[in-house]
C-alpha cells in the first residue's frame, strides 16, 4: 500500500512563507499525479493545487494562484507546495493525495477530491493574523 508523508507545517505570521513536502514511502511517485488538498474546521476539503506526473502541468485554486507553487521532484520522490503571501484564511489541515497516471488525462491534473486513491495523514498550517 502507498503511503505519503507530509512535512513542513506550522504557525506562521501572515504574509510569511511555508514550503510543504509530500514524500512517497514505498513506492515511487514516478508515475503519479499529485494533489494537494486543505480542509479548515467546519468545512469541506478542497482542491489547492495539482501536479501531472510529468510536472508539465499544474493547476492552482483562485484563492491561492500567484501566492502558491506546486513542484516535484521525482529523483526524491517528493513534491513540493511553496507557500507565501500566507493569509489566515490559509489556516487548514494540509493533505498531499496521489493517482496513477493511467487514471487521468495524459499529462493533465485535476484537483478533485474523488480523483485520488493515496492519502496522506495531513500536516497542520495555521497562519496568525
Known amino acids: 500500500q502507498p503511503q505519503l508523508v507530509e512535512s513542513g507545517g506550522a504557525l506562521v505570521q501572515s504574509g510569511g512563507s511555508l514550503r510543504l513536502s509530500c514524500a512517497a514511502v514505498g513506492f515511487t511517485l514516478d508515475y503519479y499525479v499529485i494533489g494537494w488538498f486543505r480542509q479548515a474546521p467546519g468545512k469541506e476539503r478542497e482542491g489547492v493545487s495539482c501536479?501531472?506526473?510529468?510536472?508539465?502541468?499544474?493547476d492552482y485554486a483562485g484563492s491561492v494562484e500567484g501566492r502558491f507553487t506546486i513542484s516535484r521532484d521525482n529523483a526524491k520522490d517528493t513534491v513540493y507546495l511553496q507557500m507565501n503571501s500566507l493569509k489566515p484564511e490559509d489556516t487548514a489541515t494540509y493533505y498531499c493525495?496521489?493517482?496513477?497516471?493511467?487514471?487521468?488525462?495524459?499529462?493533465?491534473?485535476?484537483?478533485?477530491?474523488?480523483?485520488?486513491?493515496?492519502w496522506g495523514q495531513g500536516t497542520q498550517v495555521t497562519v496568525s493574523s
Open positions: 493525495a496521489a493517482v496513477h497516471e493511467k487514471s487521468t488525462v495524459q499529462d493533465m491534473c485535476a484537483r478533485t477530491r474523488l480523483l485520488y486513491d493515496y
Open positions: 501536479i501531472s506526473s510529468s510536472g508539465g502541468y499544474t
